[in-house]
């Protein structure tokens, strides 16, 4: 290790609120600074810990929620060894609006290996929270749901059966998901991968699912409800056909609004079976 310059991953934390106009004749943007840093020559601890930023949120009183992954690692006093890890947690931290530290709280996970944090929406008492980890098993990566007080305390955790690339939720914690989705032993996909959009209960139920999409390749990039109660999502596609009408080259960007319930062409408020519709989506005619 003597003889090549060795980098020990982002190993301080550090948390700065900025006023882009401020008052005082300093010009000085800095509101506050927290930071947390580690000395990680000394024992006990032979290594170093990593902190993974994931995503911030600040609420309407000001206070400042942060979400960190934190890795462990330990030394590997060895000329070509990689450090070895340890182990990892996903932390939520909350400061006041000065930056002093109020509180922190472990989310845990099946493994905490490859963890990925964001939040989902805030609430005035509490949040939620997307983690994406390895199950226990280590053979696939799921989607789960933390619900989260503002005082830092679990109230629900419940994990979907997939990973999804974006989840929101409404004014009632229910949540609304979308992922790319490809298996050939589903006869609902249309194509080489397709876009499932499904809805939940603010308990983890599933509502309903809808899949979209043509012969070709289709990957979510985006969603977000309408003003109206309807749906809306964005994705990329090279189709050209079922539920894509039209395509102009390579991938295209495609935007589709859904009736609430997830239906392109029929409002679901009828009763279930009083009414066919043919074909389903529809550009022209029914």
Not at 147 to 176: G, M, P, W
Not at 250 to 259: P, R
Request: proline content about 4%; overall charge negative; glycine content about 6%.
């Amino acid at each position: 290790c003597s003889i090549q310059q060795s980098c020990y991953g982002p190993d301080s934390l550090i948390v700065e609120r900025f006023d882009p106009t401020p008052d005082d004749s300093t010009f000085n943007p800095i509101v506050w600074t927290f930071a947390m840093k580690q000395n990680f020559r000394t024992a006990p601890i032979q290594g170093h810990y990593d902190f993974n930023v994931q995503d911030i949120r600040m609420d309407v009183d000001g206070n400042v929620f942060l979400l960190v992954q934190i890795e462990r690692w330990n030394f590997q006093f060895c000329t070509d060894c990689p450090d070895a890890f340890v182990d990892a947690w996903c932390e939520v931290f909350k400061f006041d609006k000065h930056g002093v530290l109020v509180d922190h709280i472990n989310l845990k996970t099946a493994k905490a290996v490859v963890s990925t944090m964001r939040f989902i929406r805030m609430y005035d008492d509490n949040m939620l929270i997307q983690i994406n980890d390895i199950n226990a098993a280590g053979t696939k990566v799921l989607s789960s749901v933390y619900r989260v007080s503002k005082d830092l305390t679990l109230e629900k955790k419940y994990d979907l059966d997939n990973l999804f690339q974006h989840i929101r939720a409404d004014s009632n914690l229910n949540i609304l998901t979308v992922r790319n989705i490809f298996d050939a032993n589903d006869p609902n996909i249309k194509g080489l991968s397709d876009i499932l959009i499904s809805s939940y209960t603010k308990d983890g139920v599933l509502n309903w699912k809808q899949y979209f999409g043509g012969s070709s390749w289709e990957y979510p990039q985006g969603l977000s409800f309408a003003d109206d109660g309807g749906i809306f999502f964005l994705a990329n596609t090279e189709s050209t056909d079922f539920d894509i009408t039209e395509n102009f080259g390579s991938q295209d960007i495609w935007l589709v609004k859904l009736l609430e319930g997830g239906s392109t062409a029929v409002d679901h408020s009828t009763k279930p079976g009083s009414l066919s519709v043919f074909p389903n989506p529809s550009s022209d005619y029914i």
